[in-house]
RNA sequence: GUGGUUGUAGCUCAGUUGGUUAGAGCACCGGUUUGUGGUACCGGGGGUCGGGGGUUCAAGUCCCCUCAAUCACCCCA
């Protein structure tokens, strides 16, 4: 046992650990090239006011952030998006619009490890930029479905909790909330389904300070309008208020687009679903597991004003983040992880030292060629090396003995079906490549 | 950050009311007479019993502290 462990809540990947990370990396990166994304990356150490100026107080504590050795305040990213805008903003204007981009990277945050939540962890970002309307929501929306589906999870192994801050807003508003006082019963909405009924009338009465609303009906009337899953029925409490109404044909724009794209069954309209991030502007969603823990998969919405924030112009984005943790632990529940296969082509087998001169200049030709070969260093016994050949997992043994080298030939031989055939060694790259793609028959006479 | 549970070889675990050089299975390495592999047999390496301190003639076994994992809360980018 190592005297020094890895740090508390981050993780290392033996090789069958990072085959699996590894197939996580290729579903998302294949899945948003499919939907014209293009990826990009940033620093995972900046300055640590990129992350402070927007994002207040609370979250400063769960920074991985420090001095570095020249003075500097420092912080490793918790989450890419700050990056990525201050990217955008820089270029934006020589950009053409919309914007599709997607990054793969670690992320970092201070807090006590848990299950599911560590220290150090992968996320999978996409961003659409520099269109403000339903339309680049939904296409989102469906890149996050299909980055599930991708996996071979079902439409009815997660769902997509669609919401709306801005809905919520003119809600608020209607409902007679000041402003200044919007966001803090939000974050009342938050709670509705963990807090207490006396915990959440008390927070509802902090959050309506000064005002004259009265902070009972106004938690009854919230919990009754959060508990809506169906536009129709949004429509209906939105009655003749004209700024809800202009909303929610956007929503009809959001989920006509969402059904075109054929994702209608991946969706719920879930309005307790609000995201503590300031920097959320307009729709907002979550995808949670349906079984079990219901654990959180992915999340994201629109944000609007961000970039400008962080000195670019005014650009219009959405986007969300999918991490690798959960996702890990419900695809191993699922059983969708794929078996670990990650073996050479051809072992060779030397057998004695007369023949490893040329054995080994087989085995040179071989991966100059691109084939993935492993030898045996050291000197063995033909039953040792052949279980070697199976243990490390290869698909065939080429077997160099005085007898083969003398004919010119070697034998393959598949650790599969023990079928065995010889080889012209100077035909040995087409033959090999022929066997690699139809099997022992392609040489077999 | 607060509280509960757990911590013995790479993995899964045994280790009796504290008592001699801490064990098993799997895995790994080697061998079973020298060119054909998932079986069987034999042998080997590997643990300062998470770390530190204390009680005792004696602690893996009891007490304290600490570290880590895990669960709940908090928080969630």
């Not at 990947?13 to 940033?42: D, K, M």
């Not at 793969?104 to 599911?116: C, L, M």
């Not at 307790?272 to 995808?287: C, K, N, P, S």
């Amino acid at each position: 046992m190592a005297d020094i462990q890895s740090l508390p809540g981050f993780r290392e990947f033996y090789p069958e650990e990072r085959a699996i990370l590894g197939h996580v990396f290729e579903v998302w990166r294949r899945t948003c090239r499919r939907y014209g994304f293009r990826e990009w990356e940033s620093p995972v150490l900046e300055p640590l006011e990129l992350f402070t100026e927007k994002s207040g107080e609370e979250i400063v504590r769960q920074l991985f952030n420090f001095e570095d050795k020249g003075g500097r305040q420092v912080s490793l990213r918790p989450e890419m998006t700050p990056s990525l805008a201050r990217m955008v903003g820089a270029k934006a204007n020589g950009m053409a619009k919309p914007i599709r981009w997607f990054a793969i990277g670690e992320n970092y945050r201070y807090e006590k490890p848990q299950k599911g939540r560590l220290r150090a962890f992968y996320q999978l970002n996409a961003d659409l930029l520099g269109e403000a309307g339903p339309t680049a929501d939904a296409e989102l929306i469906a890149l996050c479905a299909d980055c599930l589906i991708g996996f071979g999870l079902q439409a009815t192994d997660f769902k997509i909790r669609i919401s709306d801050r801005t809905l919520w807003f003119k809600y608020l508003e209607s409902q007679g909330v000041p402003e200044a006082n919007a966001s803090a019963v939000l974050g009342v909405v938050d709670k509705l389904e963990r807090g207490s009924p006396a915990d959440l009338l008390q927070a509802m009465n902090i959050a309506l300070a000064g005002t004259k609303v009265d902070a009972a009906k106004l938690l009854a009337d919230v919990r009754t309008f959060a508990a809506i899953r169906s536009l129709d029925d949004l429509t209906k409490v939105a009655g003749s208020d004209a700024a809800m109404q202009a909303r929610l044909t956007e929503w009809q724009l959001l989920l006509s687009t969402i059904a075109s794209l054929g994702f209608s069954e991946c969706v719920t309209i879930d309005l307790t679903i609000v995201r503590g991030l300031a920097y959320y502007t307009g729709f907002v969603f979550e995808a949670f597991e349906t079984s079990g823990d219901a654990r959180a998969l992915a999340g994201g919405g629109r944000y609007d004003t961000l970039v400008k924030k962080l000195g670019g112009p005014d650009l219009p984005a959405v986007g969300f983040g999918m991490g690798d943790v959960t996702l890990r632990d419900l695809l191993a529940s699922k059983k969708l992880i794929p078996a670990y296969a990650d073996g050479p082509d051809f072992f060779v087998m030397v057998l004695g030292n007369d023949v490893r001169p040329s054995a080994l200049e087989d085995v040179a030709k071989l991966r100059r060629a691109g084939f993935r070969v492993e030898y045996n260093l050291r000197d063995g016994k033909f039953p040792k090396l052949i279980q070697s050949a199976e243990t490390a997992g290869a698909k065939f043994a080429l077997i160099y003995g005085t007898d083969e080298v003398a004919k010119g030939v070697t034998k393959v031989r598949s650790l599969v079906d023990r079928k065995e055939a010889e080889v012209p060694r100077a035909d040995i790259i087409p033959a090999l490549r022929a066997v690699l793609e139809e099997g022992m028959d392609a040489i077999i006479p």
